[in-house]
């Protein structure tokens, strides 16, 4: 089905009409403050089919669970340890996933077959609101097609999605920049499925913390996974992403002896000594979390054919930039 996607704003008349076609079994481009979503009617299996098919998402990758609060959060999953509503009271709303055993409530379409699910609560006033509104609990993924770089800002999310949804709420640009951060619990230890703004080191406060292999490495095949963008090539340009390892003046004398056409480096900021064109996406992790998608998708503005980006750091945040990085890149790593 093909539709006339609206573009709306944050205004209470728009978010109450996103909402009527929430609860009508639609799909709505929503705003959160890590990345834009596909917002649906977590319990209404066509309406998760809706969500599947405006992606061209493979249906083995599960759903996260957004709702407006943490009082809610026994309502979609059962057996809830304690722990978790620490971590709530602690982060929640916020980038924050925790993957739970389900209700039966939650379709199996929206888990991927799992008897878990995640729930988060988001930070950014528009999605709550339009949860409230709604009454739902909405399913959402990233709004981008599937494998590409996921969506920062409204006009990300028309770029992929236009004719596919009904209409995007505009929020302005997502302040992180990556998703939420994934944790499960197992054996009274948190366990970090994927790495997002909330770092191993804040979650260590609260008791034993274990880093899940996927997180630098990838699924194999057949492999089920508990979070999403885990198991497939994920966040990736139409260009092909290296990860360079190295000093500053490693990568910039790498970057200048390469010799192929459309070649783009992608340092931590503009560097005097390079002779290749370069889209920098930040000093810091916290910069490089906000820019790194945007930056990937100028990419493709460009027609880039190749990309070499200097490898972040991996404590605190940069661990989710990295993780990121390493799936746009098919996991192609070179060592200087």
């Given at each position: 089905?093909?539709?006339?996607?609206?573009?709306?704003?944050?205004?209470?008349?728009?978010?109450?009409y996103a909402a009527g076609l929430i609860a009508d079994g639609?799909?709505?481009?929503?705003?959160?403050?890590?990345?834009?979503?596909?917002?649906?009617?977590?319990?209404?299996?066509?309406?998760?089919?809706?969500?599947?098919?405006?992606?061209?998402?493979?249906?083995?990758?599960?759903?996260?669970?957004?709702?407006?609060?943490?009082?809610?959060?026994?309502?979609?999953?059962?057996?809830?340890?304690?722990?978790?509503?620490?971590?709530?009271?602690?982060?929640?709303?916020?980038?924050?996933?925790m993957v739970l055993p389900k209700r039966d409530r939650i379709?199996?379409?929206?888990?991927?077959?799992?008897?878990?699910?995640?729930?988060?609560?988001?930070?950014?006033?528009?999605?709550?609101?339009?949860?409230?509104?709604?009454?739902?609990?909405?399913?959402?993924?990233?709004?981008?097609?599937?494998?590409?770089?996921?969506?920062?800002?409204?006009?990300?999310?028309?770029?992929?999605?236009?004719?596919?949804?009904?209409?995007?709420?505009?929020?302005?640009?997502?302040?992180?920049?990556?998703?939420?951060?994934?944790?499960?619990?197992?054996?009274?230890?948190?366990?970090?499925?994927?790495?997002?703004?909330?770092?191993?080191?804040?979650?260590?406060?609260?008791?034993?913390?274990?880093?899940?292999k996927h997180i630098t490495e990838s699924a194999g095949e057949?492999?089920?996974?508990?979070?999403?963008?885990?198991?497939?090539?994920?966040?990736?340009?139409?260009?092909?992403?290296?990860?360079?390892?190295?000093?500053?003046?490693?990568?910039?004398?790498?970057?200048?002896?390469?010799?192929?056409?459309?070649?783009?480096?992608?340092?931590?900021?503009?560097?005097?000594?390079?002779?290749?064109?370069?889209?920098?996406?930040?000093?810091?992790?916290?910069?490089?979390?906000?820019?790194?998608?945007?930056?990937?998708?100028?990419?493709?503005?460009?027609?880039?054919?190749?990309?070499?980006?200097?490898?972040?750091?991996?404590?605190?945040?940069?661990?989710?930039?990295?993780?990121?990085?390493?799936?746009?890149?098919?996991?192609?790593?070179?060592?200087?």
């Open positions: 089905m093909s539709y006339a996607t609206k573009l709306l704003t944050t205004s209470e008349a728009d978010i109450e639609e799909v709505v481009g929503m705003p959160t403050e890590t990345v834009y979503g596909l917002a649906a009617d977590a319990e209404n299996i066509s309406a998760v089919e809706k969500i599947f098919q405006a992606k061209g998402r493979p249906q083995d990758n599960p759903l996260i669970v957004h709702i407006a609060e943490a009082g809610d959060i026994g309502r979609y999953a059962r057996d809830v340890p304690e722990i978790a509503y620490k971590l709530a009271e602690k982060f929640c709303p916020g980038p924050l996933t379709p199996d379409i929206t888990s991927a077959g799992l008897d878990t699910v995640g729930i988060r609560i988001p930070y950014h006033n528009a999605a709550r609101k339009l949860i409230r509104l709604s009454g739902k609990a909405i399913a959402a993924p990233s709004a981008n097609l599937s494998g590409s770089p996921s969506p920062t800002t409204a006009a990300h999310v028309i770029n992929d999605m236009n004719g596919r949804i009904p209409a995007v709420i505009d929020g302005g640009n997502c302040p992180v920049g990556v998703e939420s951060t994934v944790i499960s619990f197992e054996n009274e230890a948190i366990r970090i499925l994927r790495p997002g703004f909330i770092s191993w080191e804040e979650l260590s406060e609260f008791g034993e913390v274990v880093k899940d057949g492999e089920a996974v508990r979070s999403p963008g885990m198991k497939y090539k994920h966040y990736s340009p139409k260009a092909r992403v290296t990860i360079v390892c190295g000093s500053e003046q490693q990568f910039v004398d790498f970057v200048n002896n390469l010799n192929d056409e459309n070649v783009y480096a992608m340092p931590f900021e503009i560097s005097e000594k390079m002779r290749v064109p370069c889209i920098p996406y930040g000093k810091t992790a916290e910069e490089q979390a906000a820019r790194l998608f945007a930056v990937l998708r100028e990419f493709d503005e460009k027609s880039a054919e190749r990309v070499y980006a200097m490898c972040p750091s991996q404590s605190g945040v940069g661990l989710a930039v990295y993780n990121r990085l390493l799936r746009a890149a098919g996991f192609e790593i070179i060592n200087l």
